[in-house]
């Protein structure tokens, strides 16, 4: 004897896969995924990196602007010995420094050196008592005797004026001994004293230089990624030939890496998944198939040594009889399930053969009526038949229109016989169309839009009707129920003919 299962007790994997991994909040990164390829490191490396960059590139950038800078003045003052006002007023103090009133003619020769040095300059002296001794050029605006009042008036002027002034006491910081003063016209200078090196609109250049590089660096690293999701998002749209998604390619080992290799996982198991369904579906229908056979042959045998004992029809008594009738009525009923347990396997399989054609269904109705009316007759039916005379064709298979009809008039029977009551009629519709109405007056169906669960051979009537391109309502209550079958809104080919 063959014994066949089902392995119903293995897991699909395809559920773990779906529950998310389970991780503390502590961790750096997930375990799957090494450090260096993390998004999560290259995002943090990128910020640290701007960090660095903005403390380290300000004076990085001065040393780089001020090496040129310096060069470029030492060539400006070789040029031009007007050019730096800071080491001409550090040269005049250091010379100033080294004279005293009583010479003299050591002042009146430090003041002609510079004047041969510094030709287009400015230069006088005041003595201790405030006489202006000395000046190279002359020049009528000072005063020959000095005030309190003239020198603040000469200093307030000069400060940061132009001429350029430098005043420097004799003998250093003496002021009894008096002072001689220098002035450059500032047009002559090409670098006013030292410079800072940092201004405010330097910073302000270089941090709006660093946050546009760090916008622009962080929009990169987000647009890959991006893009990578939306390619990922185009990949699981793709399906093969059975409505599977197919495999995507791992370009890196990140987070979205690892969420790619989740999704190929997911697909194989779902692949694994539907062979496995298939291989079952295949077996279960060899299987109806087989069993649909060879019942087949003992059911025959049964059936005609029955037939064989109800010949002996005087010899047998009442009981016996009725038991024979029993024995009878289930073998059909039998045999009944067996015709649709296969025609059910052969429509799944898509083996059964179906021929679409034109067929008068005023005629096949008529005719299918007429042999069960025997039937009917027996279980005291009333029978009402309203059929047109004139034709409506459909185009259908008729092998399978008569076993929707044999299967409809059998469930009337079986579960209708109560209300011994069926109608068959043909309505011509105002749009053109035609339905054909069974109605019955028997208990009715526990679901009135639902046929799922009413038998195999609804199931089959329902296979057939959509393969031919029909549909059905069913109208249910406890006083009846009625079954409409109608061609298809929009579909030309089973219109009337």
Sequence with gaps: MMKISFNRNKKNTLSEIQQPTKSRWWKFTDSRVRWRHSLLVKYLSLVITAMMLFFFLMP???????????????????????????????????DTKKLQASNEKAIEKHLADWKAKLPQASIFWVDEKGMTRKMLPEQKLLPKQWTAQDSISFMKKSFEGDPFTVVSFIGGENAKEGFVTIQIPRKLMTYDGQQPLYTSEYAFAIMMTLSLLFVLFSWRFFYRIQRRLKELERAMAMTDEQGIPITISVSKEDEIGQLQHSFNRMTSELRASRKREQEEEELRKQLIANLSHDIRTPLTTIRTHVHTIQQENDVLQERSKTSLRVIVQKCEDLAHLVDNLLSYTLLSAKRYTFQPQAVDVVRLARESAAAWYPMWEKHQFEVEVNLPSAPIVWNVDQMWMKRILDNVYQNVVRHAASGRYIRIEMNELPNGMSELVIQDKGPGMKVASSNKGAGIGLSIIEMMLKEMSLEQEVFSSSNGTSLVISPKRGNVKNQNI
Excluded: V
């Design 60 to 94: 990085l950038a001065t040393i780089i602007l001020a090496i040129p800078m310096y060069w470029n003045d030492q060539l400006k003052e070789k040029d031009n010995p007007y050019a730096n006002g800071h080491t001409l007023m550090t040269a005049w103090y250091a």
